[in-house]
């Protein structure tokens, strides 16, 4: 509340010498207890995933007695769900489905965003609001028709179907996100490559890719976190097979599943590689969730 | 596409060089393999929905087919069920929105602070938006709000107040709980980037002039902050309209009906009764609200394409 105060003061460095030290002491304060309050509020929020990291660590005795941070960690639930619970199976398809589908939307997206970017037409901006609208139909919508095509084509709990079904729902977000990235790069460099005699291919391969790599990257960062943690399709698509992590983690919901520790262990395991990829990518995120329309 | 539309292509000779035309149809080559796997996409299922929702198709009564004109929407309209759904859709969205554009509002002034390891602070706050929703709602469920072993009836208890059995008394409350902490970091990110783009000058200005900090939060930063919270809440209601995970590992949509919301009640008419044609019926509903909420965020991404 009073930190709107701190700016001036702390670019203030002309001020005499006599004000310095009292000012300089407030500012102090208010950044502790700003620092504080941040702090608190932070692992307030944070809590809940800590809690589930260090329940992993605990035995099953542990994991359901009063709350204690004192105990002595075991790696027991996390030797159970991997050898016992088959967890392998489980991420591998959440790897494919998850990587497979953001490789192929790159694919398709890439060809896409470029001749958005550099030879639009006057149909551009429709197209481009017209996939993003694409985005909004909700799921839940056409449930019935995807499951009933899926099981008359034999797509029913296929890895194969969920990369379909990912693919085609983060295009509309790729597209858009590449789209923006591909229109920051100055024209002049492309111009330049063509003048050399570099035909599209070569244009896209040699320079726009390698420029825009960093916005590339994030963008199939976003795709592959969006993937990862989908879990409507993934509960009404799959059963044994081809169910990704998301599925596995729900069979935990059943009574008779009900193990925290190695609930806490799987789910550890589960979130990890996203939760690093999100901190990565927090910042360019943002353009990929708002549709540009924040930046 | 150009071809069968002779029309558009000389009306673009018109404002471009022959050249230029030729780059028009290499454009919509490329875009090709993209536009048309997404209008597959929206076409079909689309279409079948709308079909089946006026047809009498349920997979346990196979010989039961045949055209039923408005009769699914006339079951589903006098359903009670789709009434008390569409109000939990209502309360959890509405709840949901209030807590993370207020709290995502509040907090992102917060963490655009300058204080020891913000930037630490901030990841750990943003980290519940990368969580997978069947993680994040068992462990709040089992971890958090169980009646007996959960760490909130363990704080409880440390204050002596009475432990709370968060499903079975307050069961959307409990769902709407781990919603908000999930989409808390998804406002607050959102927020925080938007406040980047504060005009420092500004509130600098209105400082010298003796504006508090208060007043400055409500004539400068809120008003800054108007776009980007009205994309917040478009997007959120667009994904809060169809929760589903959190509800299919918690609570099942019950007690009763208490958390079935319009997307389980689908799901629930689909999947488990098997009745196609009234799970359609539903869908189309749930599509027609989503694109009211759409035609908005539609129109203002428009708006910013132009500038």
Do not use: C
Not at chain 1, 13 to 23: D, G, V
Not at chain 1, 165 to 183: A, D, G, H, R, S
Not at chain 1, 184 to 207: C, H, N, S
Not at chain 2, 239 to 253: K, M, P, R, Y
């Amino acid at each position: 509340m009073t930190t709107a105060r701190t700016k001036p003061l702390s670019t203030s460095h002309s001020a005499p010498q006599a004000q310095r030290a009292p000012l300089l002491g407030i500012l102090h304060s208010r950044r502790l207890w700003l620092g504080m309050l941040g702090w608190s509020v932070a692992l307030l929020i944070f809590f809940p995933i800590f809690w589930m990291v260090l329940t992993g660590f605990k035995t099953e005795a542990e994991a359901i007695a009063e709350p204690s941070l004192i105990f002595s960690p075991t790696l027991e639930s996390y030797d159970a769900v991997q050898n016992r619970a088959g967890y392998a199976k489980f991420a591998l398809n959440s790897v494919v489905v998850a990587f497979g589908s953001t490789l192929l939307a790159l694919l398709i997206a890439i060809p896409a965003a470029y001749a958005m970017a550099f030879l639009p037409t006057r149909r551009t901006k429709g197209t481009l609001l017209w996939m993003l609208s694409t985005k909004m139909l909700p799921p839940v919508g056409v449930l019935v028709p995807i499951y009933l095509l899926f099981r008359d084509v034999g797509l029913l709990d296929t890895r194969t179907g969920l990369v379909i079904v990912y693919t085609l729902m983060n295009l509309p977000i790729v597209v858009w996100m590449l789209y923006t990235f591909f229109k920051d790069m100055p024209k002049d460099i492309l111009e330049a490559g063509r003048m050399d005699g570099a035909g599209t291919l070569q244009e896209v391969l040699y320079l726009l890719l390698p420029l825009t790599l960093p916005g590339i990257a994030s963008t199939g960062l976003l795709s592959v976190i969006l993937s990862w943690n989908e879990a409507f399709w993934s509960l009404n698509l799959t059963s044994s097979q081809a169910a990704p992590l998301t599925a596995y983690i729900a069979s935990f919901s059943s009574p008779e599943g009900l193990f925290w520790a190695k609930l806490s262990a799987a789910s550890t395991m589960a979130i990890a590689p996203i939760l690093v990829f999100g901190w990565l990518t927090q910042k360019q995120m943002v353009r990929g969730l708002t549709f540009g329309a924040v930046k | 596409m150009p071809p069968s539309r002779p029309f558009t292509v000389t009306d673009m000779n018109k404002t471009r060089t022959s050249g230029r035309t030729v780059g028009g149809l290499r454009s919509l080559s490329l875009q090709a393999p993209a536009v048309s796997l997404l209008l597959l996409w929206m076409l079909i299922p689309l279409g079948m929905t709308l079909w089946f929702s006026f047809q009498r198709y349920n997979l346990l009564m196979p010989g039961m087919t045949g055209f039923a004109g408005l009769e699914n929407y006339e079951y589903l309209f006098t359903d009670p069920a789709l009434w008390s759904a569409m109000g939990t859709t209502l309360l959890m969205v509405g709840w949901v929105l209030a807590i993370t554009v207020v709290g995502g509002t509040l907090l992102a002034v917060l963490f655009q602070q300058e204080f020891m390891g913000q930037g630490i602070a901030r990841v750990l706050a943003i980290s519940p938006f990368f969580v997978m929703p069947t993680v994040s709602a068992l462990v709040w469920k089992n971890m958090m709000m169980h009646p007996a072993n959960g760490v909130l009836s363990w704080v409880a208890e440390l204050f002596g107040l009475p432990a709370v059995d968060w499903f079975s008394s307050l069961p959307l409350t409990s769902i709407i709980i781990i919603v908000a902490w999930q989409w808390l970091p998804f406002a607050l990110l959102i927020l925080l980037t938007a406040l980047q783009s504060l005009d420092e000058d500004q509130v600098e200005a209105a400082r010298m002039d003796g504006a508090g900090p208060i007043a400055i939060f409500f004539f400068i930063t809120l008003p800054h902050l108007k776009r980007a919270i009205s994309v917040v809440i478009m997007i959120e209601m667009i994904f809060l309209l169809t929760i589903f995970a959190e509800i299919f590992v918690t609570t099942s949509g019950g007690p009763g009906l208490a958390t079935t919301n319009l997307a389980y009640l689908i799901y629930i008419r689909a999947l488990l009764d098997f009745d196609v044609g009234m799970a359609s019926a539903g869908g189309v509903i749930a599509i027609i609200l989503a694109n009211i909420v759409a035609i908005f965020l539609v129109r203002m991404v428009a708006r910013n394409l132009e500038s």
